[in-house]
């Protein structure tokens, strides 16, 4: 049989600061290495057809951690996106943010800016990086772009359907067909909650920064592997 390639693969980048911490590293150097992951992985999915990776870069929530694994990451972010433009280009992916401004500094969100920017003309294929993202968050701030449509006469209350509300998600993006959650943890932790309604779901114990292209591939098996039914009857 064909393999089924999904249009949209989210995965919740887990297991980084368990990387290095079982290698006797500092957990900075996870995040590090899985930035390179990331970049290496996006390369890959999106070459074998896949249209939209989603990656869960930073949650809202993940400011609770400490200033220093903070600052880390937001350095981290602001050199590696500035660093990789022109990677991403020779490989024609285009790159866009899912997330809210504050509290992100004007260096994080300009970095992220000239990001999308700088790789708005690619064609092939989408890198959704969610970075302070919520899914919770995305749905109230969509409901208030969709009152505001309201008010202001643009649509009526009727016009509210669920094409409607994802259309008006931080980006107008498909449906989830595959969720992956690397590290073993098995829960979604406020990610993409709209999109993933009727995603395959996938969570291998590995750290994500050796979720390199054959780890890949085993998932892609596993979503070969499903039937899906989206509440009809098994053919
Ligand atoms: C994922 O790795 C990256 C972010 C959430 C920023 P973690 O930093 O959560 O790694 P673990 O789960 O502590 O191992
Ligand atoms: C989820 O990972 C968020 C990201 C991958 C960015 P966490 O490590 O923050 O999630 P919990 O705290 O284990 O649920
Ligand atoms: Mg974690």
């Known amino acids: 049989m064909e393999e089924k390639i999904p ?3 989210g995965i919740i980048l887990d297991g980084n600061g368990r990387w290095a911490t079982s290698r006797g590293l500092k957990r900075s150097e996870g995040h590090k290495e899985g930035f390179e992951t990331l970049k290496i992985l996006a390369k890959y999915i999106l070459k074998k057809g ?4 989603s990656v869960f870069a930073f ?3 993940n400011f609770k951690r400490s200033k220093e694994e903070v600052d880390y990451l937001m350095n981290l972010f602001i050199k590696g996106f500035k660093g990789s433009i022109s990677e991403f280009n020779s490989n024609n992916i285009k790159v866009v943010f899912s997330g809210r401004k504050e509290p992100l500094s004007d260096d994080v969100w300009n970095a992220m800016k000239e990001m999308e920017d700088g790789t708005k003309d690619n064609t092939g294929g989408i890198l959704n ?4 993202y919520g899914g919770r968050a995305e749905i109230v701030d969509t409901t208030k772009k969709l009152i505001n449509k309201v008010i202001n006469n643009e649509i009526s209350i009727e016009d509210i359907t669920e094409e409607t509300i994802e259309k ?5 993006l498909p449906p989830i067909d595959l969720l992956i ?14 999109q993933m309604a009727y995603a395959e779901m996938y969570f291998p114990d590995t750290y994500f920064p050796d979720f390199k292209e054959s780890e890949f591939d085993k998932a ?3 979503y070969n592997s499903r039937d899906r039914r989206f509440g009809g009857i098994k053919k």
């Open 220 to 222: 892609l098996l596993y």
């Open 181 to 194: 959650r690397t590290s073993g943890e098995v829960r979604v932790s406020n990610f993409m909650l709209y």
């Open 59 to 61: 949650s809202t929530e």
């Open 168 to 172: 008006n998600l931080y980006h107008d």
């Open 129 to 132: 990086i969610c970075l302070n």
């Open 50 to 53: 896949v249209k939209i990776l």
């Open 7 to 9: 249009t949209h693969v």
